[in-house]
């Protein structure tokens, strides 16, 4: 920590560096997209929903999948946006350091990546499920199943690594616990979830190519529809 004009600091800035308490967040891009993307996912679950509920008549396992991927994506984008009040997108030089920065950011960046694997996990969950309705093959409803139980499982396993990365648990986020509690390696794990989460995308994106063909549609919708499925998994 440092000292400038009355003010402690977090550290002091590295050579050739000078502080600048007035610091633009670099967080700035996040809270833009969360902005203009999350009403969108919003709009879209809503519509969803009401058609489902209103037209079919027919809420299904994959919609609830989804509903329950969207409340924990509004956690997600909650708490990340919420470590932005404790420094977030600012060099650590420019932080003003308060007794509740480091335990607040902490348990916030905690917070973010559990719901983070949840909401992943679940929104691709729904989307294998989906493939069901309209894959009806043996074959591709193994593939299903085999794709649906690994992303569950892997995405179960993240929440559960990131609960116990610590222990004691309070070891992610309390300073009184920092100096004796043993916690995982976090940026290894997080080099690995985010190796299995491309590869979980990779197969629920390639799973259904293979049977587009078996659909009962011209050539020009079936480019459509796997275009759709294609968006709809990214």
């Known amino acids: 920590m440092s000292v400038d ?15 600048d308490v007035n610091q633009h967040p670099q967080s700035a891009p996040l809270v833009v997209v969360s902005a203009v993307f999350f009403p969108l996912e ?7 929903i009401y058609t489902r509920a209103a037209i079919v008549r027919r809420v299904s396992f994959d919609d609830y999948l989804m509903i329950l991927a969207w409340v924990c ?8 946006l919420n470590m932005s009040n404790y420094g977030m997108g600012k060099h650590l030089w420019n932080v003003p350091f308060t007794p ?5 950011f902490s348990l916030n960046n ?11 996990g679940l929104a691709k969950g729904s989307i ?10 043996k074959t591709a409803r193994i593939l299903v199943w085999i794709a649906f139980a690994f992303i569950i499982g892997y995405s179960a396993a993240g929440v559960f690594v990131n609960i116990f990365s610590c222990s004691p648990i309070q070891g992610s986020w309390a300073p009184e616990y920092v100096a004796t509690a043993k916690c995982i390696n976090r940026p290894m794990y997080y080099f690995i979830q985010a190796g299995m989460s491309i590869f979980a995308d990779i197969i629920t994106v390639l799973i259904p190519v293979p049977w587009l063909k078996t659909l009962m549609l011209p050539k020009k919708q079936k480019i459509g529809v796997g275009i759709l499925l294609t968006m709809g998994a990214l």
Do not use: E, Q
């Open 42 to 48: 919003t709009i879209s679950m809503m519509v969803r």
């Open 5 to 19: 004009n009355g003010v402690i600091y977090v550290m002091d800035p590295p050579p050739g560096f000078v502080r």
């Open 100 to 104: 509740d920065l480091y335990p607040n």
């Open 128 to 137: 294998l499920i989906f493939y069901l309705k309209i894959f009806p093959i």
């Open 110 to 120: 905690l917070l973010a990546a559990i719901f983070f694997c949840a909401a992943t």
């Open 73 to 80: 994506d509004v956690l997600l984008v909650a708490f990340t």
